[in-house]
């Protein structure tokens, strides 16, 4: 079946980075989009960025536009979000989902999703 599972995450202090990544297995990864998203209690799941199987689309929100990176590497059938100058609302549960149409902003479109990594920025 089907699994995404991300690591990466931690605690860092406000402008520190951090790589976040999404380990595919139970299908062809390199035919399907990707995306990162992220939530914090009593919040909706918002959408981060999303990237198409072969890298050709890339979305971004505006909020992480020239802070946040989403690339994949096909042959590791993985995905990263490299996430720089961190700031304190960043902190949430991170996670990766797996479109099989196309990349979307949408959560409810992802039909596959990982368990989620905590990030926590400190001031």
């Known amino acids: 079946q089907v699994q995404l599972v991300e690591s990466g995450g931690g605690l860092v202090q406000a402008g520190g980075s951090l790589r976040l990544s999404c380990a595919a297995s139970g299908l062809t990864f390199s035919s399907y989009a990707m995306g990162w998203f992220r939530q914090v209690p009593g919040k909706e799941r918002e959408f981060l960025a999303a990237i198409s199987g072969s890298s050709y689309r890339i979305d971004y929100t505006d909020s992480v536009k020239g802070r946040f990176t989403i690339s994949r590497d096909n042959a590791k059938n993985t995905v990263y979000l490299q996430m720089n100058n961190l700031k304190l609302e960043d902190t949430a549960v991170y996670f990766c989902?797996?479109?099989?149409?196309?990349?979307?902003?949408?959560?409810?479109?992802?039909?596959?999703w990982g368990q989620g990594t905590q990030v926590t920025v400190s001031s």
């Open positions: 989902g797996l479109d099989l149409r196309f990349p979307s902003r949408v959560a409810a479109n992802y039909d596959y």
